[in-house]
């Protein structure tokens, strides 16, 4: 090989592998501070948060009804008590910001799962986490049916839906 062949191929190395570091760095840095929010969602949060809160939509006639979830709650973990209601569903579960059941919890994706309404039940779906979620010792593996008080294992922690 000339020397220019051999030139070339350090400098495509060293390329390749500089790319590696910094695409290792990125989902480091994701994992640690959460997805970026784009520069139109912060300030039209922070207009609704001038104005106050946002008023309620007027109740659901299924919410009223006996045997319907109205709430998310944590049973068991570092989070205990965390709760986040289901009138704002789709409910994210995760270590991120933008989680509206944030779990300190090292098992824990930044955007772990999601607990979602179609009709009159209740779904939960893991969104690609490293750890997985589980209902009982049942790794989920697409969008699975919850009812009142089924287990939902994310990471170390429970959730189950209440009334």
């Known amino acids: 090989m000339s020397e220019l062949t051999f030139f070339l191929i350090r400098i495509a190395y060293l390329a390749i592998l500089w790319i590696f570091v910094l ?3 990125s989902v480091i840095r994701s994992d640690m501070f959460g997805a970026r929010v784009p520069e ?3 300030t039209a949060d922070a207009k609704q948060g001038k104005q106050g809160k ?3 939509q007027p109740k659901q006639r299924a919410s009223k ?3 319907v979830p109205t709430h998310v ?3 068991q973990g570092s989070n205990v008590g965390a709760t986040a209601t289901l009138d704002r569903a789709p409910i994210l579960i995760g270590r991120g910001s933008d989680a509206a059941i944030r779990l300190d919890d090292d098992y824990v994706s930044t955007r772990h799962a999601r607990i979602a309404a179609s009709g009159d039940q209740w779904f939960v779906e893991d969104l690609g986490s490293t750890n997985g979620t589980y209902i ?11 009812t009142l008080g089924t287990e939902v294992r994310i ?3 429970i959730v189950e ?3």
């Open 40 to 42: 139109s969602a912060r």
């Open 54 to 56: 946002a008023p309620k």
């Open 23 to 25: 695409a290792a760095i």
């Open 73 to 75: 709650a944590v049973t």
């Open 136 to 146: 009982g010792s049942v790794r989920l593996t697409q969008p699975t049916t919850i």
């Open 65 to 67: 009804r006996r045997g």
């Open 161 to 163: 839906l209440r009334k």
């Open 155 to 157: 990471g170390k922690t």
